[in-house]
């Protein structure tokens, strides 16, 4: 299977645990055997132009959608410069990023970092974070890999990006990143999570993110 027909077959299994839909249900729609999903899932059959069409119109979808590998990850938060994340209504704010080319679980959730600094472009970027229903941060826990890891961290009810270091006596310092400034010495930390991976945010250079803001 080429590379695109494999990104294809990616964004196929990222559609169906996104609308929750089992693999028989899809066959059903496509007039399909269900085993035929699971060669195209698998990249052991190639998806004909024809089905392809068929899945984007099941999910309601244009067909680039469908046809380009990537995700969309929705935004819960913004991080400023005191790398503190600034939480908003979600209900009512909903703000979103597609990632093209690059697959992420579908529990994943990202924080833009807006710099304050005019034209400081290098610290414009989205870090993403998976938050599982009943994981880490629901258990309250700090992920066994947080130590000297960028993370999502939780000290005193509040969440910001840093990278925290262990200390002999159980306690946390977390430092910022780029100037490894610290931002709490011997810190409770509530929870931790790594992240998975920042993505340059090239949409927020020209005006900030805002709470407000709508696109």
Not at 10 to 29: F, G, P, S, V, Y
Not at 187 to 197: E, G, H, K
């Amino acid at each position: 299977m080429h590379g695109d027909q494999t990104q294809i077959a990616h964004r196929l299994q990222e559609l169906l645990i996104a609308n929750n839909m089992k693999q028989t249900e899809l066959a059903n729609h496509l007039d399909v055997d269900p085993s035929v999903i699971s060669t195209w899932i698998n990249g052991r059959r190639t998806i004909p132009q024809k089905n392809i069409e068929d899945i984007a119109n099941v999910f309601g979808l244009p067909l680039p959608d469908v046809q380009h590998f990537g995700c969309e990850i929705p935004i819960l938060g913004e991080v400023r410069e005191n790398y503190q994340v600034w939480d908003y209504d979600t209900l009512t704010s909903k703000k979103r990023v597609k990632c093209k080319t690059v697959f992420l679980p579908h529990d994943c959730v990202g924080y833009i970092y807006v710099s304050e600094t005019p034209f400081n472009w290098r610290d414009q970027m989205i870090f993403i974070a998976r938050i599982r229903k009943g994981g880490m941060v629901d258990q309250r826990k700090i992920h066994i890999k947080s130590d000297g890891r960028i993370c999502l961290v939780a000290v005193d009810n509040k969440k910001m990006i840093a990278i925290p270091r262990k200390k002999q006596d159980g306690s946390w310092d977390l430092f910022a990143l780029g100037d490894n400034r610290i931002l709490v010495q011997s810190a409770d930390v509530q929870y931790s999570v790594p992240i998975l991976c920042q993505l340059p945010n090239w949409s927020v250079l020209p005006y900030g993110f805002h709470e407000t803001l709508e696109y």
